[in-house]
């Protein structure tokens, strides 16, 4: 059974960082592309970074460009999103996902 466990997430003032973790479990993690969504309330889920299954290539989402970083320890089937000089506007519920499974999500707020 598939399952992915997101972490990290919190409270954090503007210019902070968070670093988000998602746990993997019930499939051959280091086979697949992993990818971090997020929504803010009333908006769309939007991709926000993805990472091929070596950890070798990534791609974000032009808002998150040069602030967040995702990587990846398949040893340890877990993907991470390091997110650095956060905004208001990053406030949202991030999940993880990977084969048409989403993790339960986790609240980052961003807030003075």
């Known amino acids: 059974q598939v399952q992915l466990v997101e972490s990290g997430g919190g409270l954090v003032q503007p210019g902070g960082s968070l670093r988000l973790s998602c746990q993997a479990s019930?499939?051959?993690?280091?086979?697949?592309?992993m990818k971090w969504y997020r929504q803010a309330p009333g908006k769309e889920r939007e991709l926000v970074a993805t990472?091929?299954?070596?950890?070798?290539?990534?791609n974000y989402a032009d808002s998150v460009k040069g602030r967040f970083t995702t990587s990846r320890d398949n040893a340890k089937n877990t993907v991470y999103l390091q997110m650095n000089s956060l905004k208001p506007e990053d406030t949202a519920v991030y999940y993880c996902?990977?084969?048409?499974?989403w993790g339960q999500g986790t609240q980052v707020t961003v807030s003075s």
């Open positions: 996902y990977c084969l048409s499974y």
């Open positions: 019930g499939f051959a993690f280091s086979l697949y592309t």
């Open positions: 990472i091929t299954s070596s950890g070798g290539r990534t």
